[in-house]
């Protein structure tokens, strides 16, 4: 696809696309899809609780689904996720001890899934979410973690006691990665990119602490910057910050990612539609002018099939680049010129 050739390499611009579940997208006929974007993530179709049913069973059918559609069209594919505190398996909490879900569960399931899926994917999301939404400055890797209120407190057998009390459960999930995933490991999280923040700041924390104590190297790690914002002052990152944050991961080695990127607007208006274009077209300008952005990826192709819904604190939603009947908005017109300029 024109729009997404650059940096003399293939730049990974893409959006999720559940094709095996054809009526909610009926719209997108592949011609349609694969002209606008060169890259798909599905949008659950990878996730544990539909690629682990049963304890140890794997079924990655419709994953590899996903993938097959990519191939097909000599596009590419990433991985959303191996490991997230949502959309896990019935069977999982509550039924599983901490050891063996540090030392079975979490090293099986990551393996059977990146294995499964092999070499034809550019970045697996890896841990997705770990972080929490009260962080503060000066937490470590661990705190920032543990103030999130998810995974430590899934517990044994419905109890109080929390599963885990230290981040050996991600050392596993990330050194099982690192064995059988030839592309890049990424941390993915919500409300991250802006400096001066700690929940950015538990970022590096966390990917230096992988780095550190599972020995996963720079040069293989991503973060995952989701990137759901709103159209409003105050509810994106500007561009000069995700600049500065994007500047730091390089200057590690690791490299950057807008992983689920849509924008709700406050009212359907023209100025409103307009000032959508203008800061996701900053976001793509952020990721094509830093040499360590190669992926940025749209959640949901249509506003009527966002995850987002007009309602408080998503104004009237109209999230992506597509409107209600699949066509075009002044966002996607921006976009196409952002490529073309750059
Ligand atoms: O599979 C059932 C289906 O059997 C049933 O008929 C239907 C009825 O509602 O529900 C289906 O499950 C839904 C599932 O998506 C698959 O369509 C769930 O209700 C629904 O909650 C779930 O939502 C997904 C959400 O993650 C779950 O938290 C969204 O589609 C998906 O866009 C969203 O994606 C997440 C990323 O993975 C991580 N970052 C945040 C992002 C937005 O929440």
């Given at each position: 696809p024109?729009?997404?050739?650059?940096?003399g390499s293939l730049f990974h611009f893409g959006s999720t696309h559940d094709i095996f579940?054809?009526?909610?997208?009926a719209d997108w006929t592949s011609d349609k899809f694969w002209n606008v974007w060169n890259h798909i993530v599905a949008e659950n179709g990878c996730k544990w609780y539909d690629t682990e049913p049963e304890p140890f069973v794997s079924n990655l059918t419709d994953c590899k689904g996903v993938q097959q559609y990519a191939i097909d069209h000599g596009c590419t594919f990433r991985g959303h996720n191996t490991f997230w505190h949502s959309q896990t398996p019935a069977w999982l909490p509550g039924n599983v001890s901490a050891s063996d879900l540090v030392n079975k569960v979490i090293p099986n399931h990551v393996e059977t899934e990146i294995s499964g899926l092999g070499s034809y994917v550019t970045s697996w999301d890896v841990t997705n979410e770990l972080i929490g939404d009260s962080t503060t400055m000066g937490m470590d890797a661990w705190e920032c973690v543990e103030s999130a209120d998810r995974w430590p407190t899934v517990t044994v057998d419905g109890g109080s006691?929390?599963?885990?009390?230290?981040?050996?459960f991600a050392y596993a999930a990330w050194s099982t990665a690192l064995k059988y995933d030839p592309g890049?490991?990424?941390y993915n999280d919500y409300s991250t990119g802006a400096t001066n923040n700690s929940k950015t700041e538990c970022v590096f924390k966390l990917i230096t602490d992988l780095h550190e104590n599972a020995g996963i190297p720079y040069s293989r790690m991503g973060v995952g910057h989701q990137s759901h914002v709103g159209a409003m002052p105050g509810y994106f990152v500007p561009k000069d910050q995700l600049e500065t944050t994007f500047q730091r991961l390089a200057d590690m080695g690791v490299d950057a990612l807008i992983?689920?990127?849509?924008?709700w607007?406050?009212?359907?208006?023209?100025?409103a539609l307009r000032y959508q274009a203008a800061i996701w077209g900053d976001y793509i300008d952020a990721c094509l002018y830093s040499s360590n952005c190669h992926?940025?990826?749209?959640?949901?192709?249509r506003d009527d099939?966002?995850?987002?819904?007009?309602?408080?604190?998503h104004g009237v939603a109209m999230p992506t680049l597509f409107d209600a009947n699949g066509n075009p908005k002044p966002v996607y017109y921006e976009v196409l010129a952002r490529f073309q300029r750059y």
């Open positions: 024109s729009v997404s050739a650059r940096k579940a054809p009526a909610a997208e006691t929390p599963l885990v009390t230290n981040l050996s890049k490991l990424v992983t689920e990127m849509d924008m607007i406050p009212s359907n208006t023209t100025a992926e940025f990826i749209n959640w949901d192709n099939t966002s995850w987002i819904t007009p309602g408080p604190g």
